[in-house]
């Protein structure tokens, strides 16, 4: 197993790329840049401003000495003050119950290592790659299962694209690649055009898929640049948001989906199982409803990858399937997100019904 490497670690080498922008830029994208430098990382701080007690989550300092909190002011709005269950809150916040060691939560339990075919590309399933663009996120999700992945030997960062590039160049089969991470969108305007303008000039390549969390997280993010970016390839293009409830969809962010909507680019939904955050048919609804209200269907619904720290957040096999049999009965089908889990081995995500 390799050596872990914080992810705080990444972070830092990314907001230091000769691509940020210097603070006495006023441009768009220079503010979504700030807003990141200036994201939450000291747990105290966080529960200062939303008015809760050092004390709420046990002793977490274990936790986020492990896995640093983060998250952009834009994200610490849309939390309650207060509410120590915000389903927001409860996705970031470092807590006690990370430390305890559960039997069968493990460090790379969706088997990633053994995909890799070039720094920072994986390729598992067949006719599409996953690129891991860079190990940074905006922000910091407590049940992220790369949470322990060795992303500073993994990630096709900086200017070593060009050796995942070349494996893309020959396996014709492959037709669609998907900028994962991390998160892609961490990335500046000009080095996605760059990267994207790269994949053009290789023929076999139809599809353009984006893996992304910054537009419920830092919507100021979706620059009209971007959107430009985007709307402007060759390529059909999907961006795969990852919201988990519907308190993550306000103004700002049904604003920027909408934009990109409009632009074309087809607008789906991952999400992660959470117990304590979107167990219950009501939120699972509530979620559905306000993604197509912002132009957004449903994708996945993923069983949590059994990621040492994360056991506090498991919903069984069978509270699983029947909140979905819940869903199936409450909501026309393309509301109804596909239940699924990732195993190591198998050609494509499995379905809950097939476990
Ligand atoms: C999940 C995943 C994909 C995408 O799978 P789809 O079913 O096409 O959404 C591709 N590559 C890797 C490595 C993945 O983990
Ligand atoms: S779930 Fe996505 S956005 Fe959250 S920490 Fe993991 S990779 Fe980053």
Not at 43 to 65: C, K, M, N, V, W
Not at 78 to 105: C, N, Y
Not at 238 to 263: C, G, Y
């Amino acid at each position: 197993m390799p050596k872990t490497i914080p992810l705080m670690a990444m972070d830092f080498a990314e907001t230091a790329t000769p691509n940020s922008q210097p603070n006495t830029d006023s441009s768009p994208s220079a503010d979504w840049q700030q807003q990141l430098a200036r994201a939450i990382t000291e747990p105290r701080q966080l529960l200062e401003q939303l008015d809760l007690a050092a004390d709420t989550f046990g002793d977490f300092s274990a936790a986020s000495r492990q896995f640093s909190i983060k998250l952009p002011h834009a994200y610490l709005r849309k939390i309650r003050p207060g509410d120590a269950r915000d389903p927001l809150l409860l996705q970031i916040m470092a807590q006690s119950a990370e430390s305890h060691e559960v039997p069968g939560f493990k460090q790379d339990p969706v088997g990633d290592l053994p995909a890799s075919r070039a720094p920072g590309l994986l390729h598992k399933y067949p006719g599409r790659v996953l690129l891991i663009t860079t190990g940074a996120c905006a922000v910091h999700c407590r049940y992220c299962f790369r949470r322990h992945f060795p992303y500073a030997q993994e990630q096709a960062g900086r200017d070593q694209w060009q050796s995942a590039l070349d494996y893309i160049r020959t396996e014709p089969s492959i037709e669609e690649v998907i900028l994962s991470g991390g998160d892609p969108l961490v990335l500046s305007d000009e080095r996605l055009a760059t990267l994207i303008d790269q994949l053009q000039a290789i023929p076999h390549i139809r599809r353009l898929r984006l893996h992304s969390r910054l537009p419920v997280v830092l919507p100021d993010r979706i620059t009209d640049r971007l959107v430009e970016i985007l709307a402007s390839s060759r390529f059909d293009t999907a961006l795969v948001i990852h919201a988990n409830h519907a308190n993550e969809i306000a103004a700002d962010e049904i604003r920027v989906l909408r934009k990109l909507q409009a632009a074309g680019i087809l607008l789906l939904n991952q999400a992660v199982l959470l117990k304590g955050i979107n167990h219950q048919p009501e939120q699972q609804q509530a979620l559905s409803k306000a993604l197509f209200s912002a132009g957004v269907l449903p994708y996945y619904l993923h069983l949590l990858d059994p990621v040492q720290g994360a056991a506090h957040f498991d919903v069984s096999l069978q509270q699983a399937n029947e909140l979905m049999d819940q869903l199936r009965a409450s909501l026309p089908g393309f509301l109804v997100p596909r239940l699924v889990r990732e195993i190591e081995g198998e050609q494509s995500k499995t379905p809950a019904n097939e476990l």
